[in-house]
């Protein structure tokens, strides 16, 4: 009891304090090197680490709780972030969860670099529940302001892990799919998609595809990616009309409930395509595609669309030009094709 007493009182008096000319020095020369590290973040492994980088170059660690001189150090820290713009940019990254969240909550301006954007993520699946709560807000204040060109740099980096961030949130996720609504944020996500050759696309194609407004753009990625998976991708969203994204939920099913065996499956969601296509152009298109996937995927869509009577003559002569593709997984399908139609009694 008597002390808890003297810890309250260390805790008033430090609150109580002023900064220093000093102090203000210091803290101004580390948002001048923070804000400069920051920037020179570019590649995505400089990007992910960032909050490591920041942790070692200025010594922002985790404060003692109940150590004068550590109580008296996180107050300061507070205080400054309260005083000094832009401060607040630089110690996001902070070691302690009661700096962290002061520095959220003094976060007022557009975001600057992709590092700070990441960042701000990354808070969201924060150990702490009220940095969280914090970064919630936070990330409704900037993220209708900070410009496309900071935020998409660091969408590319996280699109691809944040269904295994541990404490990411359907409130995270929520502020998540806000952003990527955003028509400047998604235009440029899916100009990734199209010109470019880099890695995971996949996932950032599935998470971008969760949000109608991409049904637009699907036909343009089909048509003109350079990836052959993105491709096959869209033709299937547009094919079938649907788009699936996995959750973080699993369920168990039963594969001998007798002998107690079965397996832990993941939870998908769907949603209906909202853009009216032509399947016997997208067939033919698919069908001449110089990649096997996607050449395997029209060849499905011989299979669901062979009793449509407005195409399903004109898909024969798409089945024939397949008979002989080096591929075995597409001459399969063209059996399957033709022996349907066999047995529908429809003319081949």
């Not at 909550?105 to 701000?120: C, D, F, I, K, R």
């Not at 009577?309 to 004109?314: H, L, Q, R, V």
């Given at each position: 009891m008597i002390w808890n007493f003297f810890k309250r009182k260390t805790y008033e008096e430090a609150s109580e304090t002023v900064l220093s000319n000093a102090d203000i020095e210091n803290f101004r020369n580390t948002y001048n090197r923070g804000t400069s590290l920051l920037s020179s973040m570019i590649q995505p492994d400089d990007i992910r680490n960032a909050e490591?980088?920041?942790r070692l170059e200025f010594s922002l660690y985790s404060r003692w709780q109940g150590e004068r001189y550590q109580d008296a150090l996180r107050n300061t820290e507070i205080k400054a972030v309260k005083q000094i713009q832009g401060l607040s940019s630089v110690f996001i990254f902070h070691g302690d969860g009661l700096v962290r969240e002061a520095a959220l909550?003094?976060?007022?301006?557009?975001?600057?670099?992709?590092?700070?954007?990441?960042?701000?993520?990354?808070?969201?699946?924060?150990?702490?529940?009220?940095?969280?709560?914090?970064a919630q807000n936070t990330m409704n204040r900037l993220m209708p302001v900070t410009p496309a060109v900071v935020i998409v740099p660091a969408l590319r980096i996280l699109l691809p892990h944040v269904m295994n961030w541990g404490r990411w949130t359907q409130e995270g996720q929520e502020a998540?799919?806000?952003?990527?609504?955003?028509?400047?944020?998604?235009?440029?996500?899916?100009?990734?998609i199209v010109t470019t050759r880099q890695a995971q696309l996949g996932y950032q194609?599935?998470?971008?595809?969760?949000?109608?407004?991409?049904?637009?753009?699907?036909?343009?990625?089909?048509?003109?990616?350079?990836?052959?998976?993105?491709?096959?991708?869209?033709?299937?969203?547009?094919?079938?009309?649907?788009?699936?994204?996995?959750?973080?939920?699993?369920?168990q099913v039963w594969i001998d409930r007798y002998m107690g065996r079965y397996r832990i499956e993941q939870v998908f969601i769907k949603r209906d395509v909202t853009v009216t296509i032509d399947p016997y152009t997208l067939i033919v298109a698919g069908a001449l595609d110089?990649?096997?996937?996607?050449?395997?995927?029209?060849?499905?869509?011989?299979?669901?669309?062979?009793?449509?009577?407005?195409?399903?003559?004109?898909?024969?002569?798409?089945?024939?030009?397949?008979?002989?593709?080096?591929?075995?997984?597409?001459?399969?399908?063209?059996?399957?094709?033709?022996?349907?139609?066999?047995?529908e009694e429809t003319p081949i």
């Open positions: 490591r980088f920041i909550n003094q976060l007022h301006e557009p975001l600057t670099t992709p590092a700070s954007v990441y960042g701000l993520f990354w808070r969201l699946n924060d150990w702490a529940p009220q940095v969280r709560q914090a998540l799919d806000v952003t990527l609504t955003r028509p400047d944020v998604l235009e440029m996500l899916i100009d990734d194609f599935r998470e971008i595809c969760r949000n109608p407004a991409a049904d637009q753009h699907l036909e343009r990625m089909f048509y003109k990616a350079q990836l052959p998976h993105i491709r096959a991708m869209a033709l299937d969203a547009l094919l079938s009309q649907t788009v699936t994204w996995p959750t973080r939920e699993r369920r110089r990649a096997a996937m996607v050449r395997k995927r029209a060849a499905s869509g011989l299979i669901a669309f062979r009793n449509y009577p407005e195409i399903g003559s004109k898909l024969d002569k798409v089945a024939a030009s397949l008979e002989n593709d080096p591929n075995i997984a597409v001459r399969g399908r063209i059996d399957f094709y033709k022996r349907k139609r066999s047995e």
